[in-house]
């Protein structure tokens, strides 16, 4: 028994990008997709209960595919606990008026004239800092504290939070229009306060004399039933007024907002046109799968048969509802209630026929291996792009709702990675595929969803997909050949070891390989959308290794694996048919994240490493370039074992002054150190560290910043912090670093090494005023 098939729906192809003219159009997708969902499921189901595979990768109505006899692709061991590095190019910032006053306050932005959202920005007189639901905004220079801005707490049509009668202890209250077991309405409903509701800034945008601030509200509302899709009211945009910054600590003048489905993923901004990123999960386990549970009471004492026979029933039963819900809330997406900005639903799965070549199969002819969910209505991703600067009467008494288009997407974007990439031209969005073999394995790609950007709104026109995944944002790059004129994408990509039984031995079969991929973008000016073609392509770098960090610059790319030592390879890429590796240099250690210091120098930061691979502490590497056939170390500086920064894999925490030549990062030294030589010293440390880069010199530390002491951070008198936490940054002001961290600021002239201010962001909250919180959020401290 099987729900039937009313269309066929393709692979991620040019004609998803189409989109839809009308909703029940959409509505016959939705409903093909969920039966696709709905037939796996009770297979799976199924064989669960009535034969005991839990294991298994099947192919619905084919043979079983054990994970010991099919041969499934597998991930090489700690892909994805270390797979978010990443750091940028060229921080934008203030020119340095002499010697020693050099200043450097802009975002450290992957590509120039594409400012990318963070929880810091500065216009060199301010800076504007996120704090919890706190905009905090305080002077360059002398560090006083001018503003402090609290986020509205209802969402954008007035529903507020219900009236808090916990007294703080963190019980559910329920709504104030309703009562428990009923279901609340719309328009007198309110959101849940208690301890677990919050609402947090997420980024922010500066443009001129205004500020974005992009939130994420975790809020809900009692006695509703879960929407289809995740997040509405989610996202939160504010636009406030920074013309007259406030002397008095008091709030900025909001203008405008606009709240957006969806969790927050990124955002990125081209003069004043911003567009924000997010996705939806979709809800398919609440609405369709929970109910098809072969060990539900409805399917008790029943056989097989009887049991798929039922499932299908409840699945039409259910499958009816969810198909409304999601149309609607679709729907309602649009102003104008219309379908034609969401791009057709797909499945990411691309068989091969008998001969070997790719075969797009319709869905009713594909037999969907047992991971098909993650493949099909999974996640839908959203692109909404506004006009930063549009014009409000400043007499209206309310803040005005901002006018957004929206471009949306069902695409099932990586879990483990930073997958947007944006030029001044275009926006890349990257998600996972599966692509079978002539062997009938699944081998994962990459999938890209290409967006143009033109007049401050994103237009899908092209996709295209490469073999492997992707580490983060840089492994991506926009390239215009001006000779041929032709815009071209270049991805580097890992495709991971494959493992299987050999002689009723399981062990790995194939090894991981990367490979850097050129793909030819389609005319966004034609009006139509294209498939992009794989023009140019070179693998077999590192294998057995995975990569940990990839840079484009130009002509030329640069690519870091890692399993034990640490190969950087050197690739010409001067013609995007015929991208060549050209040199090679095997060291001990990796970098996660590469920055250019020169036309021929590359700095980077990672982890040195023994002959083991263990990790040894936070490693800073200069490498020469300038023979690029045979690149060189020619700098190192190690710090002490159990020390890392946050800056390895979040390149807005990199802090480079290519004037006075010296690095600025974040340091966090764990003293646990049972995996330290026993004769080293280490002390605990969190604060950020300057260090003289000078490529004509050996490299050295020039002093460190501290922002607490280890028994500050253990003491209970110092526990009682707020939950709120500020970013690791730092920015320079006419020769003045300041950093930030936890909850503290502090300035340091980078001549002298002298103090000169400091902020502490909770030096007037009462220790009472709130449940304690300790440091900080994202570090744990270990010991005595």
Not at 142 to 166: F, H, I, M, Q, W
Not at 397 to 421: D, H, K, M, Q, R
């Amino acid at each position: 028994a099987q729900l039937t098939s009313r269309k066929g729906l393709s692979y991620f192809d040019a004609s998803v990008i189409e989109g839809y003219s009308q909703c029940s159009d959409l509505e016959v997708d939705i409903a093909e997709a969920l039966g696709i969902i709905a037939n796996v499921t009770i297979d799976r189901q199924a064989r669960q209960k009535f034969h005991g595979e839990y294991w298994n990768f099947i192919a619905r109505g084919g043979p079983q595919m054990m994970m010991a006899e099919g041969g499934v692709a597998e991930m090489d061991g700690d892909m994805v606990a270390d797979a978010v590095p990443g750091v940028a190019a060229g921080a934008a910032g203030g020119a340095s008026a002499s010697a020693g006053k050099e200043s450097s306050f802009g975002t450290n932005n992957q590509v120039e004239g594409v400012d990318e959202a963070d929880l810091v920005k500065s216009d060199g007189n301010h800076v504007f800092a996120a704090y919890g639901d706190k905009l905090v905004v305080w002077d360059a220079k002398t560090l006083a504290e001018l503003s402090r801005t609290e986020l509205p707490t209802a969402d954008d049509k007035g529903v507020p939070l219900c009236e808090d009668t916990s007294g703080g202890g963190g019980v559910v209250i329920m709504t104030a229009k309703s009562e428990p077991d009923t279901k609340s309405e719309p328009d007198t409903e309110c959101y849940v306060n208690n301890f677990w509701s919050s609402i947090r800034i997420r980024s922010l945008l500066l443009h001129g004399d205004r500020l974005v601030v992009i939130s994420d509200a975790a809020y809900y509302k009692e006695g509703a039933d879960p929407t289809v899709l995740s997040g509405p009211h989610k996202t939160r945009i504010f636009v406030y007024d920074i013309s007259a910054i406030p002397m008095d600590l008091s709030a900025l003048p909001l203008i405008s907002r606009k709240d957006v489905q969806g969790n927050y993923q990124t955002a990125r901004s081209i003069d004043e046109h911003a567009h924000v990123i997010t996705s939806s999960y979709v809800n398919t386990y609440y609405h369709l799968e929970r109910h098809l549970s072969a060990w539900n009471d409805v399917f008790v004492d029943m056989t097989e048969e009887e049991y798929k026979a039922a499932a299908v029933s409840v699945a039409a039963e259910k499958g009816s509802e969810f198909i409304t819900a999601l149309a609607s809330e679709l729907a309602s997406l649009n102003e104008d209630g219309a379908c034609t900005d969401i791009a057709k639903i797909a499945v990411m799965l691309k068989t091969k026929a008998e001969d070997g070549e790719e075969s797009k199969k319709s869905s009713d002819e594909i037999q969907y291996p047992a991971f098909t969910q993650s493949t099909v209505l999974s996640q839908f991703t959203q692109v909404h792009s506004f006009d930063i600067l549009e014009d409000f009467s400043p007499a209206q008494a309310e803040p005005g709702i901002l006018s957004t288009s929206l471009s949306g997407v069902f695409f099932p974007t990586a879990s483990y990675t930073n997958n947007i990439y944006s030029s001044e031209k275009k926006l890349v969005i990257a998600g996972e595929s599966y692509v079978e073999d002539n062997e009938g394995n699944w081998d994962e790609h990459t999938i890209f969803l290409v967006l143009d950007l033109k007049d401050g709104s994103s237009t899908p026109t092209s996709v295209g997909d490469v073999p492997g995944s992707l580490l983060n944002q840089f492994s991506m790059d926009h390239y215009y050949d001006r000779d041929t004129d032709t815009d071209y994408l270049r991805v580097a990509t890992t495709q991971w070891g494959r493992f299987g039984l050999v002689e009723d031995i399981w062990q790995q079969t194939e090894v991981s390989e990367s490979l850097v991929s050129v793909l030819k973008m389609g005319d966004g000016n034609s009006g139509t959308a294209s498939e992009m073609d794989v023009v140019g392509q070179v693998g077999g770098i590192g294998k057995n290794e995975r990569i940990y960090a990839a840079r484009f610059f130009g002509e030329r790319a640069y690519i870091v694996t890692f399993q034990r030592t640490d190969p950087f390879y050197t690739l010409n890429m001067t013609n995007p048919l015929e991208p060549q590796v050209v040199g090679e240099l095997k060291i001990l250690g990796f970098s996660n994240y590469l920055h250019p210091v020169g036309d021929d120098l590359i700095l980077g930061i990672g982890q040195d490493a023994n002959e083991d691979g263990v990790t040894m502490g936070l490693q800073i590497s200069m490498f020469n370039v300038s023979n690029f056939a045979d690149p060189q170390r020619v700098h190192k500086y190690t710090e002490h074992s159990g020390s890392a920064s946050s800056a390895q894999y979040e390149h807005k925490a990199f802090r480079y002054l290519p004037e006075s030549k010296l690095l600025i990062l974040p340091l966090y030294v764990n003293p646990w150190r049972w995996w330290s030589p026993a004769d080293e010293e280490v002390e605990f440390f969190d604060g950020f560290v300057v260090y003289d880069v000078d490529e004509t010199k050996k490299f050295s530390k020039k002093f460190n910043i501290s922002h607490i002491d280890e028994s500050d951070a253990r003491s209970s008198m110092m526990y009682c912090w707020s939950n709120d936490n500020l970013a690791g940054r730092s920015l320079v002001f006419d020769g003045v670093v300041t950093t930030m961290q936890g909850h503290t600021v502090k300035s340091h002239n980078l001549d002298d090494e002298d103090f000169v201010n400091s902020l502490n962001l909770d030096e007037r909250r009462s220790k009472d005023e709130d449940a304690c919180s300790g440091w900080r959020d994202d570090i744990v401290l270990i010991g005595g």
